[in-house]
């Protein structure tokens, strides 16, 4: 390690990841991995997600093992008891934190005067979009914006210009082409008329032509018309500002999304692609949790038989009807499989509480299933009773399954989960798609297929994707070389 962690005394990175779980954790990892190579790290995180942290992650332990880490706040704006899980939530943060974040963030730059520890360097979420592009043109100082959604999400947003060419948006664009494409902008609607099919294919998308169909697009492209317009227009807004940076990093591999990362090399002026970050050498698994994981599920895992439980979990923000639960649990409880299922505090819409809810199934199911309000996720997917993982497609949960060979069932619900599952199923073959398609026979059926007909061709395949995983961060991988030149790019860039 000696070699490649060389010096960096003097430069001090600071990383501001967006609001959320699956960015706070892959963030995490990334600035554990450059506190390796001697940066000066500051964690700059929201008050609300501090708390959290400090209540439920080991950070104090964080502190010690790498003692050039180091924690810092900021408000998100929004009151205390503001919901921060919820689909909705997603865009109360992004819109508070713009308006609120970018003096404060300025502020906390400029603090740092002393020449020791001057931040030499931003590491901006691309979720928060130009807010640190417009803090580090400020203070002068360079910025990398780092991707905690998938390469093909934001490759699809960055690409909506390319589709509006080829008249393949499934949805209204006008508003679009005023930021993006204003010279294009045109005064009648390219509203697309009645019953949008959904099954019609995606063509005009560089590096994955032909391989989406309409409702595999991130789920900005769908919506009503009233409440569309504006998640489209900042994210697609958002994918563009990165055109800012001097550079992206993206949390994945070569042998994973090659052809994309291709296209984007035309566009971006460096793309470090050096994912799984959890995979790397000595990062710690599980630092960052917002809820408090119930180890006892690995317990009990370990008195079930060898790849024969289903694990269930749908992240840390997406929010189901009582009904649409009900529906996943007939199905579960039908397949007459084992399975191990999270049933977040806050998961189910309408309930006060849930951990009631969670408590009703789990009686009737105690023969074969087990419940909890939150895993260590990381070691369950790794755990040798693990068979299948039904997932919502969060990039995080997808990526920890790529890297344990976990064969996933996916059931989308927003962002770039639409996008992914579609990956899972059609170009990676390591699982199959329920999109759109939710009802216990459904469910039923899907289990039964992958963890008994089809099972052997899905771990194989599973297998064969974590072998190559394993391979891109070790040395001589490609991601592992991708974060060699991270940390030599950061070094020059912020003398
Ligand atoms: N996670 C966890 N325990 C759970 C459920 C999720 O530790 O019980 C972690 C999971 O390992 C992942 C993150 O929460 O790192 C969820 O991120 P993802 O991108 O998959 O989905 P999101 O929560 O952003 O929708």
Known sequence: MAEEEGEAGGHHVLLLPGPMQGNVNSMMKL?????????HITFLTTDFIHRRLYRFADIHSLSQTYPNLEFKTISDGLPDDHPRSGNNALADLYSSMNSFAKPLLRD???????AKSKITCLIGDGFLGGLTADVADEVGIPLIHFRAISASCFWALFCAPNLFESNELPIRVLCLLSIIMPDRMRTESKLIEGEEDMDRIISNLPG???????????????????????????TVFDCHQTLRARGVILNTFEDLD?????????????????????????TTPSTSSFWEEDRSCLTWLDSQPLKSVLYVSFG????????????FWYGLVNSKKRFLWVIRPDMVAGEDNDERVAA????????RGFIVGWAPQEEVLAHKAIGGFLTHSGWNSTLESLVAGVPMICWPCFADQQINSRFVSEVWKVGLDMKD????????????????HRREEFLKSAQAMATL?????????????SLHDLVEFIKSASR
Do not use: W
């Not at 840390?316 to 529906?327: G, H, K, N, P």
């Open 360 to 367: 009703e199934l789990e009686e009737g199911t105690k023969e």
């Open 437 to 452: 398609l939710c009802d216990r026979d459904v469910v039923e059926k899907m289990v039964n297929d992958l963890m008994v």
């Open 208 to 234: 994955m032509e032909n391989i989406l169909r309409c409702r595999d697009l991130p789920s900005f492209y769908r919506g009503t018309e009233t409440n569309l317009v504006d998640p489209l227009k900042s």
């Open 108 to 114: 906390i730059i400029l603090s740092q005067t002393a």
């Open 258 to 282: 090659g052809p994309l990362l291709s296209q984007m090399r035309l566009k971006f002026l460096r793309v470090f692609a050096v994912g799984p970050l959890h995979a790397h050498a000595k």
């Open 31 to 39: 600035a554990q991995l450059l506190a390796l190579h001697h940066f």
């Open 316 to 327: 840390s923000i997406a929010t189901v009807t009582r009904e649409r639960l009900m529906e």
């Open 469 to 481: 995983a394993h391979k891109s961060v070790s040395p001589g991988g490609s991601s592992y070389s």
